[in-house]
């Protein structure tokens, strides 16, 4: 963090530490990337099931024992994983945990840690929103700096939202886990957790506000990123969905007028 602080100081002055977290996270997201290439892949896979579960779904609606093995059978024979997707974020967790722990930590190698002093404009990288609260309020000026930084993950965590819910393989994952009541879901592990995962987006908010302020650009940077991520590798369902949605509203005399 050192060294990328020192490389970035002449354009960024104070906040050189602050960019180094950013350019630091945005390193880590490239070295997985080809994780979530594989995970994207995953989900696509699981969104091609789709008929085949609402057609299991039908088939087993009074029997939800009996669809619980019949969706599991079949995820297991076209080798595609009900919670993919889930790696990346996985992975990344020792990373935010290292960050955590170097600017939480007074000493560091048995010396001081000068990185706690180290600053984004008026807000110290190793304080936390209760810290800038103290020092000037929520308008102060290091209660401005947590508000934009909440201001940003809250619209990245928004668009996150959004995004999943149009995601036929999430869509269908919840609706596997809520189907039939308790019976549906019951014994199938993380079936509950995939109902709620396009609201745990907005679990960075309160992530940012309780952790040193690094850890929350961390935080910020990487969900920005993968919202991005996401939306290139899933670019070209959303071509076709626009697609389906014009010819939808041309109809096939429409189609032909633009060959």
Avoid: C
Avoid at 68 to 92: C, D, N, R, T
Avoid at 169 to 176: G, I, L, T
Avoid at 237 to 251: M, Q, S
């Amino acid at each position: 963090m050192d060294r990328l602080s020192a490389v970035l100081d002449p354009l960024f002055a104070a906040s050189a530490t602050a960019a180094a977290v950013v350019l630091f996270t945005m390193l880590v997201r490239v070295a997985l990337h080809p994780l979530a290439r594989a995970a994207v892949r995953g989900e696509k896979a699981r969104a091609g099931l789709a008929p085949q579960l609402a057609a299991v779904r039908r088939k087993y609606a009074k029997r939800p024992e009996r669809m619980k093995e019949e969706i599991l059978a079949l995820h297991a024979k076209e080798k595609v994983s009900p919670f993919a997707g889930m790696l990346p974020m996985l992975v990344q967790l020792p990373v935010f945990f290292v960050m955590y722990h170097v600017f939480s930590s007074a000493e560091v190698g048995g010396r001081a840690n000068e990185l706690l002093g180290h600053r984004l404009f008026a807000a110290p990288l190793g304080s936390r929103w209760t810290d800038a609260l103290a020092q000037g309020g929520l308008l102060g000026a290091q209660g401005v700096v947590y508000l934009g930084l909440f201001a940003v993950i809250a619209a990245v965590a928004t668009w996150s939202f959004l995004r999943a819910r149009r995601n036929p393989a999430v869509a269908e994952s919840a609706q596997w886990a809520g189907t039939g009541g308790a019976g549906a879901g019951a014994g199938v592990p993380g079936a509950g957790l995939v109902k709620w995962l396009p609201l745990l987006s907005f679990a960075t908010l309160i992530t940012a506000a309780v952790v040193p302020l690094a850890a929350g650009l961390y935080v910020a940077t990487t969900t920005a990123w993968t919202v991005a991520e996401r939306a290139w590798l899933h670019r070209d369902r959303e071509v076709g969905d626009e697609g389906t949605a014009g010819a939808g509203r041309g109809g096939p005399g429409r189609r032909t007028s633009t060959q």
